[in-house]
């Protein structure tokens, strides 16, 4: 594995989150999360790909402030 991206496809006003994942850029999952729980996967995928060398990003068009982190 090389590369994980999470990419939001959907985001309700009420904060949910219909959010694709995708590994060595193949759809690997789909999700429906809270946006706690988006937070969560988020901040604990990027530690542990940081950790083992792997290429992680996230993809929301949804949100404007939050940039792709790619390491």
Known sequence: ???LT???V???KSGSYHVKLFVDEK???IFYLT???FDFFVS???QNAHDKGI???VENP?????EDDEN
């Open 35 to 37: 946006e706690k729980q």
């Open 6 to 8: 999470l990419q939001v």
């Open 62 to 66: 949804f949100d404007f402030f939050e």
């Open 10 to 12: 959907e985001q309700s």
């Open 55 to 57: 290429t992680f990003s």
């Open 1 to 3: 594995m090389n590369t």
């Open 44 to 46: 604990s995928f990027r």
């Open 27 to 29: 759809e690997a999952g």
